[in-house]
């Protein structure tokens, strides 16, 4: 089963932390060609993942400060 065939996507952390070992194993070199492609493939769906996952939260973080609640939180914060 592929990596965004499932119907819940990972998270953020777990899709980095498959990522950061995929690129570990690319680095070693000593994969035969036809597994190296399947890992490459999925190195890249835990990639589009991790896009997905920052996308969206620098949406959402878009949305709060042109709302203004990113200045309501500083503000308060600055207060306490």
């Given at each position: 089963?592929?990596?965004?065939?499932r119907?819940k996507?990972?998270?953020?952390?777990?899709?980095?932390q498959?990522?950061?070992a995929?690129?570990?194993?690319?680095e070693?070199?000593?994969?035969?060609?036809?597994q190296?492609?399947r890992?490459y493939q999925?190195?890249l769906?835990?990639?589009?993942?991790c896009r997905?996952?920052?996308d969206?939260?620098?949406?959402?973080?878009?949305?709060?400060h042109?709302?203004?609640?990113v200045?309501?939180l500083?503000?308060?914060?600055?207060?306490?």
């Open positions: 089963m592929g990596v965004l065939t119907k996507l990972p998270s953020f952390e777990i899709a980095m498959k990522l950061e995929i690129v570990q194993k690319l070693t070199g000593d994969i035969p060609l036809k190296l492609v890992i999925d190195g769906a835990y990639e589009k993942i997905s996952h920052l969206r939260t620098a949406f959402l973080l878009e949305e709060l042109a709302d203004g609640h200045e309501k500083l503000e308060k914060e600055k207060n306490a």
